[in-house]
């Protein structure tokens, strides 16, 4: 009987990058539980025996994958800010955000069935690990954009929390108005209340 390849480090570091990117483009599209892992292994043409061999479950592609997700998003949020040191340029990242947010809903909705049904599957210590701290984020973008608030932190959060929420009423604003539009409309008067 002849015996299994073995993967080199570099192998499974090149097959993990695939299929994240694979299970991140899959998750957008179809969502978690449309994903299957038999699709994931022919288009990285791999074996599922080598998918189980890198993941135990398919829910650990899926938790390493969303930590990927928000380490890049929150990335992004920070670059652009120290790029852009003023209320407009805060304004902007808020605007790239609820954007991305908009384009990807199966990434980024957790109170979505499909979304609620991959969270359940997960241990604590996943859930854990893959709990963003959003109010942390919301601090060092503020650090990162060197202004200064004019309330309090929790407070300011709160109101930008609640803004980036009104992706819930797309359906409902689009009927009307242009979605975006009032977005970026409130955006820029939110930040320029909260901000000295």
């Known amino acids: 009987m002849p015996s299994k390849p073995v993967l080199s480090d570099a192998d499974k570091k ?17 969502g978690y539980k449309k994903t299957s892992i038999k699709y994931l292994c022919e288009n990285a043409g791999i074996s599922i025996g080598t998918f189980y061999t890198l993941y135990p ?12 997700i928000q380490k890049r998003l929150k990335e992004k949020i920070l670059d652009s800010n120290r790029r852009r040191q003023t209320k407009e340029g805060f304004a902007q990242s808020i605007k790239e955000l609820f954007r ?24 604590k210590e996943a ?3 893959i709990k963003f701290d959003s109010f942390e984020t919301f601090k060092q973008a503020t650090q990162a954009a060197n202004l200064t608030l004019k309330i309090e932190p929790p407070q300011a959060y709160g109101i930008l929390s609640a803004l980036l929420s009104t992706t819930s ?13 009032v977005f970026d409309c409130m955006a820029d008067i ?5 901000f000295a």
């Not at 009423?169 to 539009?181: G, I, N």
């Open 14 to 30: 090149a097959i993990r990058m695939r299929l994240g990117e694979l299970c991140e483009e899959c998750w957008i599209t179809h």
């Open 57 to 68: 479950k398919k829910e650990d592609l899926f938790s390493e994958t969303i930590e990927l």
């Open 100 to 123: 991305e947010y908009d384009s990807k809903p199966f990434l980024y909705n957790v109170n979505t069935p499909d979304f609620q049904s991959f969270v359940t599957k997960l241990p």
């Open 127 to 129: 859930l854990e690990k």
């Open 169 to 181: 009423a797309k359906e409902t604003l689009a009927a009307t108005c242009d979605y975006f539009a």
């Open 190 to 194: 939110l930040v320029n209340s909260i």
